[in-house]
């Protein structure tokens, strides 16, 4: 069982795909980024989802960032935002497509930015 | 050690961490059924991020250089610009392996050698580029992981090369 | 929200600036990685 801090225990890790089994129709990764839709969740809705949805009520979130704020492996997070955004209760945006890594205007500002950053 | 100060010297956030499991199939000699034993490792990646104008965010992940994390480098590294491979100077047999994993995944990589403004040096940036046996083109660079313009500075090296050395095809 | 949700949100992410902006359009990665034991300086 995975704990917070202050004890309170989380979804068992092996109940932590909150049942899910059938394949999604969304394509999720590590930065893809999750909002909440809005829409009221259900009133069973189980657990594990829940929590996750709670945590997109604060702002939108990766799910890299939302596992590590849940305590969940990056797998149990993918399953369980595809749930969500089956049930439209969940938005999903990819980040980059892998090709726009090779961007030179993208990598420019990347560069720039970086450079900005640094400290007089 | 090194990659988590680096991430933490330059995120916007708390560096995160999520806890990834890694099955691992170990043949066992006497096992009659055939049956394989699998241990399960877990393994900690950490996270952090920069938000850049143009609504840019650069995510650094910490990924350990071991051979037997390959399958989660793998997931990791899709989609990723490149990997910035950090070199302890006094443990270049174990940066081999990094290297050549990094090779592997056929990630465009820059190499940040560690060093303190009071180190003794071990090798000349020559000796080191020459004992790692880098191509010409791949950056090498001192950093100070504690330092976030020393992090930055590496971070750039990385960048300046991917602009520099882009893929034919994506000319 | 359901009543089913128990909280376990992790309160700290509120006012932790861990969501992301509304800003955030393409999000890009780079890894670090080397092994193990970077050494500490003396």
Request: aromatic letters at 4%; proline letters at 8%; one cysteine or more.
């Amino acid at each position: 069982m995975t704990r917070r801090r202050g004890g309170r225990p989380l979804v068992p890790a092996y109940l932590s795909t909150g049942g899910v089994a059938r394949p999604s129709r969304v394509h999720l990764e590590r930065l893809s980024v999750l909002t909440g839709s809005g829409e009221p969740a259900p009133a069973d809705l189980p657990a594990a989802q829940a929590a996750l949805l709670e945590e997109l009520e604060y702002g939108a979130l990766t799910v890299v960032e939302a596992a590590a704020l849940l305590r969940l492996p990056v797998s149990a997070v993918l399953v369980l935002a595809a749930d969500l955004v089956d049930r439209d209760l969940v938005l999903s945006r990819a980040p980059i497509p892998p090709a726009r890594r090779f961007d030179p205007d993208l990598l420019k500002r990347v560069a720039d930015g970086l450079r900005d950053l640094k400290h007089r | 050690m090194g990659k988590t100060t680096l991430i933490g010297s330059v995120s916007e956030i708390r560096p995160l961490h999520t806890e990834e499991q890694l099955t691992e199939a170990s043949a066992q000699v006497d096992d009659l059924a055939g049956v394989r034993d699998k241990s399960t490792t877990t393994v900690a990646i950490d996270f952090g991020r920069i938000s850049l104008p143009g609504g840019i965010v650069l995510y650094l992940f910490g990924t350990p250089g071991q051979e037997r994390f390959r399958p989660l480098w793998d997931d990791i590294a899709y989609g990723a610009l490149g990997a910035l491979v950090l070199v302890d100077a006094r443990r270049i047999d174990a940066s081999f392996d990094v290297l050549g994993l990094v090779e592997e995944t056929g990630l465009p990589y820059a190499v940040a050698f560690n060093t303190f403004p009071d180190a003794p040096r071990h090798h000349t940036p020559e000796q080191l580029r020459a004992a790692l046996d880098l191509e010409p083109a791949t950056p090498m660079v001192t950093c100070d992981a504690r330092e976030p313009n020393s992090s930055i500075d590496a971070l750039l090296a990385l960048v300046q090369h991917l602009i520099d050395h882009r893929p034919a095809e994506h000319r | 929200m359901a009543s089913a949700t128990s909280s376990t949100v992790d309160t700290a992410a509120v006012g932790d600036g861990i969501h992301l902006p509304d800003t955030a359009r393409d999000l890009v990665k780079i890894l670090v990685t080397g092994p193990f034991g970077w050494a500490r300086p003396p």
